[in-house]
């Protein structure tokens, strides 16, 4: 018996095949797991339908848009329907306009501010209440998050503000849904590259920089966050709620 064998989930963040989400839903699915996945607009739906689809022609795939109510309803009237109940949620979307992640930190603009916490913090409060009616056996939910919630990297910018929100909502979210067996939990990856990386002016140096601070002296593989990814959906990580796991070759524990 694999490790998420009978398990049924649903996947938010898969833009494309280097995406983490992707790289977490490979690692879920080898691992028993049975899989739904959303994308977030028609732009995205032919890349992620063709990646989906190599998990069977029948993998179910939903539009979601996460700034927007009716469209994760449907996401969780159509899982229910179709599955009848879920076990683990990964949530791997964050957005912020790029014009806040270039400039100085002090000229984040109210709208720049809402659009980033809305897309990348408030929706996994949104998508917990969504999942948590169908998790009547208990379940797993998982967030990606980024260093920059706890120390300044430079341009992470109103990014940074929003992970910190994300990863404490995770913590609330542990407390109130801990009696129902739901756990939730955050992995922070070291720098990856995918299309939310690519655009970032100076990626590769830090992906340099990483490789020269970090004790292990390389940067996290994808297949490394999904099995961290694995063990977290798992039971084997069954007394485990509310934690933010760095998956980042440890680069966290320096001081310098
Ligand atoms: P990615 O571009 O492949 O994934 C980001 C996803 O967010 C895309 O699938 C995109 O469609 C989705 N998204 C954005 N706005 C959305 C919206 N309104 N509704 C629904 N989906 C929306 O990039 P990635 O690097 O795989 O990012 C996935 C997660 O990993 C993010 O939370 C990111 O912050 C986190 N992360 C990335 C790195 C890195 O270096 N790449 C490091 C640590 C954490
Ligand atoms: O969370 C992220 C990136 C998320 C992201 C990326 C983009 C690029 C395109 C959010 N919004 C946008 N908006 C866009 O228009 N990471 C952890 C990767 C990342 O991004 C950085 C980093 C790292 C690491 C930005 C600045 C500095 C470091």
């Known amino acids: 018996m694999s490790l998420l064998t009978g398990k049924l989930g649903v996947v938010f963040g898969v833009a494309n095949k280097r995406s983490i989400a992707w790289a977490i839903a490979q690692a879920w699915h080898q691992a028993g797991a049975t899989l739904a996945f959303t994308y977030q607009g028609e732009r995205l739906k032919e890349n992620v339908e063709e990646l989906a689809g190599t998990f069977g022609p029948d993998t179910l ?31 791997s979307v964050a ?7 270039e400039g100085a930190f002090l000229n984040t603009s109210r709208e720049a501010f809402r659009v980033a916490h809305d897309v990348s913090a408030y929706s996994l409060i949104a998508l917990a209440r969504g999942a948590a009616p169908l998790m009547a056996e208990g379940g797993s ?18 990014m940074g503000v ?10 609330y979210l542990a407390y109130d849904l801990g009696p129902r067996r739901i756990r939730v939990n955050c992995i922070s990856a070291g720098p990856v590259n995918t299309l ?6 100076g990626f590769t140096d830090m992906l340099k920089h ?14 490394e966050l999904g099995a961290t990814g694995t063990f977290l959906a ?23």
Do not use: W
């Open 210 to 223: 990483y490789e020269a601070h970090a004790p292990l002296k390389r940067n996290v593989l994808p297949e």
């Open 95 to 101: 957005f912020a306009p790029k014009d806040a992640l």
């Open 196 to 201: 939310a990386a690519r655009g970032i002016a």
């Open 234 to 256: 798992s039971d084997q990580a069954a007394a485990v709620t509310g934690q933010v796991i760095y998956v980042d070759c440890g680069y966290q524990i320096m001081g310098m």
């Open 162 to 171: 929003a992970k910190a929100a994300l990863e404490a909502s995770a913590r």
């Open 141 to 158: 939910l998982l967030a990606m998050t980024y260093y920059g919630s706890q120390k300044v990297v430079p341009h992470y910018n109103v």
């Open 61 to 91: 795939l939903l539009p979601c848009d996460v700034t927007r109510d009716e469209e994760i309803a449907r996401v969780f009237a159509v899982v229910g329907e179709k599955f009848g109940k879920l076990h683990l949620l990964l949530h």
